[in-house]
């Protein structure tokens, strides 16, 4: 089946650092793949969505310039979370889409900004 | 805007019997409809995919139905194991993407 990862799994910062979390299909091309965020015992919330080589499409109330989202190539997106702080911890969850519907989700990256 | 509503917060049902777990939305008319299984500190893990045309779709254990006139997805498990325990959520499409319910924790007691 579709794998997709994400690394790393856990990173912990201090507050006023960036972050890149990158996300990876590992055995197919995805044309589009979106960002979440997930806040403990709730549901994944859409940040992003892009499209290799064109520029993301972000939900409202999420910052551009806070979380910059790079899909150089069809099996590669990266999140930055810029000048982070502790309202940013969370649980970062991207997934990726071939042609078809199903979306494959990686394995999350655990935020702490300290 | 689009509601996505699953139908309890946790369920415990026991060992061998038959988990149902309910999705509703409204306010919209999704083309179809996914469940996934996402375990604690985990990413959501696709189980099944149903679209407006089909009423229902089945995988092993696993049966899902989709209702376009009552608005409501069922999923069930049947002789539902321990292993079977974690969180399940809808996820009707909504154009390019998909809407996420808030899902069910579901717990099988041996």
């Known amino acids: 089946g579709a794998v997709v990862s994400q690394h790393p799994s856990r990173v912990i910062c201090k507050s006023g650092t960036s972050v890149k979390i990158e996300c990876r299909s590992l055995?197919?091309?995805?044309?589009?793949m979106f960002w979440y965020r997930q806040f403990p015992k709730k549901s994944l919330m859409l940040m992003a969505t892009?499209?290799?080589?064109?520029?993301?499409?972000?939900e409202q109330g999420v910052e551009k310039d806070k979380f910059l989202i790079n899909h150089a190539s069809l099996t590669l997106s990266t999140l930055t979370v810029t000048s982070a702080h502790p309202e940013d911890s969370s649980f970062y969850i991207c997934?990726?889409?071939?042609?078809?519907?199903?979306?494959?989700f990686g394995p999350g990256t655990r935020l702490t900004v300290l | 805007s689009q509601k996505i509503e699953q139908n309890s917060e946790a369920l415990n049902i026991q060992e061998g019997k038959t988990a149902t777990l309910t999705c509703n939305y409204t306010?919209?008319?999704?083309?179809?409809l996914q469940w996934y299984r996402q375990d604690p500190g985990r990413g959501p893990v696709f189980l099944l995919l149903?679209?407006?045309?089909?009423k229902e779709k089945r995988k092993e254990r696993l049966k899902v139905t989709f209702d376009t006139t009552l608005k409501q997805s069922l999923f069930h498990i049947t002789a539902s194991q321990p292993a079977d325990s974690a969180t399940y959520l809808c996820?009707?499409?909504?154009?390019?993407?998909?809407?996420f319910g808030p899902g069910t924790r579901l717990s099988v007691l041996p």
């Open positions: 997934s990726a889409r071939d042609d078809g519907d199903t979306q494959y």
């Open positions: 055995d197919f091309q995805a044309t589009t």
């Open positions: 892009s499209n290799e080589g064109s520029k993301a499409t972000y």
């Open positions: 306010n919209y008319s999704p083309a179809y």
């Open positions: 149903i679209r407006e045309n089909e």
């Open positions: 996820a009707p499409s909504y154009g390019q993407n998909f809407v």
